[in-house]
């Protein structure tokens, strides 16, 4: 009765509430659905990734929900009834979302944990001018 046939991101970007899950990581659909249009739903995020996840807020970012997920249906109605209210979480997950979008920043980004790891793993010495930025 649960199964239903699989749906592209694109089709599941008509919706206006999606429900992200962690799975044995990161639940990997969280950054295209904040930058939908659509609700996030999802039970507080427990990984972290890039995506900085321990920053996202509960009726902030993202419609929290019960472990067992035994409150979707009144999260939806309530919803249902306050359409501003869902917006304004919706806006926001956006606006988180936007922090990453600036190609060149996730490349620096990128780069600077590339050579952390090389600096902590004892593969190259660390240039003062570089790891200014890294050690803070």
């Known amino acids: 009765n649960y199964r239903k046939p699989y749906l592209t991101i ?10 992200s899950l962690e799975g044995n990581d990161v639940a990997t659909n ?18 972290e990734t890039w995506f ?4 996202l807020e509960a009726d902030v ?4 929900l019960a ?3 035994s409150d ?6 309530y919803f249902e009834k306050h359409p501003a209210e869902a917006q304004r979480i919706i806006t926001a997950a956006n606006a988180y979302c936007r922090r990453f979008s600036n190609e060149k920043d996730e490349r620096a980004v990128s780069l600077l944990v590339l ?13 003062p001018e570089v790891w200014r930025f890294i050690a803070g």
């Open 115 to 127: 050579y952390k790891y090389f600096v902590l793993s004892g593969q190259i010495e660390p240039h």
């Open 30 to 47: 969280l950054k295209w659905i904040m930058s939908s249009n659509s609700l996030c739903l999802m039970p507080p995020p427990t990984y």
């Open 61 to 64: 970012h993202y419609v929290p």
């Open 67 to 69: 472990s067992d997920f």
């Open 52 to 55: 900085a996840e321990a920053e």
């Open 10 to 19: 694109a089709q599941q970007r008509q919706f206006r509430y999606i429900v």
């Open 72 to 77: 979707v249906a009144d999260k939806i109605a």
